[in-house]
Nanobody, 121 residues
Framework: QVQLVESGGGLVQPGGSLRLSCAAS????????MGWYRQAPGKERELVAT???????KYADSVKDRFTISRDNAKNTVYLQMNSLKPEDTAVYYC???????????????WGQGTHVTVSS
């Protein structure tokens, strides 16, 4: 059974940093891409950043130059380094991955359970 397990959320002051991690467990053929989404209270879930297995990245305009997504293919893990955090970054952050369990399977979308990030003084 494939699972995405996140860690690294918490409370941080404005201007601070946090690093999120998400590891994919289970047996599968490949994962591509991996990424992070977030959902603030009363708002829709939105894309934060994605990364392919070849390290091609995409960022939301609101986090460019502050957040960095990276990936360890050997560990099936994706990271999100968040710097210069703002109160508007407060949200539940979800790991996302498109996973092909077997080479002949259609890729499916998986989500982590979510980790809370609160930016407040």
């Amino acid at each position: 059974q494939v699972q995405l397990v996140e860690s690294g959320g918490g409370l941080v002051q404005p201007g601070g940093s946090l690093r999120l991690s998400c590891a994919a467990s289970g047996t599968f053929f490949n994962i591509n891409p991996m990424g992070w989404y977030r959902q603030a209270p009363g708002k829709e879930r939105e894309l934060v950043a994605t990364i392919t297995s070849f390290a091609s990245t995409k960022y939301a305009d609101s986090v460019k130059d502050r957040f960095t997504i990276s990936r360890d293919n050997a560990k099936n893990t994706v990271y999100l380094q968040m710097n210069s955090l703002k109160p508007e970054d407060t949200a539940v952050y979800y790991c996302n991955a498109i996973i092909r369990v077997r080479s002949y399977n259609i890729p499916q979308e998986y989500w982590g359970q979510g980790t809370h990030v609160t930016v407040s003084s």
